[in-house]
């Protein structure tokens, strides 16, 4: 079975600071892994994924994530934070065979100005 | 504006009434996704069409739930009889294919208070 672990409920950095949101998956068979950011009242926005090749993916909004299959790991990051990318990160994943997506609990990120 | 739509937004109903939810996808986008979300989770998956084929029902949706692709364009999920736990955000998503590298483009979702 297919599952997702995002162990902080929140996460608080200062603006200008590299910021990381942490993932753990476990999936049968090759991962296809995915970021979404949601903010207030609002869906999910598509930030990220990874499917095959290189594991450094580049996404939206200046966010990169990596991916580590030793780990099973896709951790989310950035360089340098702003006040505006305070919002609710979810990490997910689907196998090859299934067609829905797992999400995780998501985790909040704060940034302080 | 070319992305998922639904509508309501917001819908506030007693319990034991029936609503329905209606979700317009991406224009040209075979597969259709409905998920639930509550407070403080991830979107749980409800169910998704291939078309207008229903391929796959989480345990989630109770036979009180019911989701139509008539024409394998818009949908529409159906709650009959609410209960207060169904109230919840409700995402429709879309994807080109079938593909598992597809990615999902979400709606805005509904938000459904049963009082």
């Known amino acids: 079975a297919q599952s997702v672990a995002q162990p902080e409920d929140q996460v608080n950095v200062a603006e200008g600071n590299p910021l990381t949101v942490k993932c753990t998956y476990s999936v049968s068979g090759n991962p296809y892994l995915f970021w979404y950011v949601q903010y207030p009242n609002r869906g999910l926005q598509f930030l990220l994924k990874y499917i095959t090749g290189d594991n450094l993916v580049k996404g939206s909004y200046g966010f990169e994530a990596e991916f580590n299959k030793s780990q099973t790991s896709f951790h989310l990051k950035k360089p340098s934070a702003l006040v505006s990318d305070s919002a609710l990160y979810f990490c997910a994943v689907r196998d090859s065979s299934a067609s829905k997506i797992i999400f995780g609990s998501g985790t909040r990120l704060s940034i302080r100005p | 504006d070319t992305g998922v739509s639904q509508d309501p937004r917001h819908k506030i109903t007693k319990r034991g009434q029936n609503v329905t939810f209606r979700c317009d996808p991406i224009?040209?986008?075979?597969?259709l996704y409905w998920y639930r979300q509550t407070l403080g989770q991830g979107p749980e998956f409800l169910t998704y069409f291939q078309n207008e084929a229903q391929l796959e029902k989480s345990r989630l949706l109770s036979d009180r739930f019911s989701a139509e692709r008539p024409k394998g364009s818009f949908s529409t999920l159906e709650i009959q009889r609410t209960e207060q736990g169904d109230s919840a955000m409700y995402l429709c998503a879309s994807s080109p294919t079938g593909l598992a590298g597809d990615t999902q483009y979400f709606g805005p979702g509904t938000r459904l208070t049963v009082l």
């Open positions: 224009s040209e986008h075979n597969r």
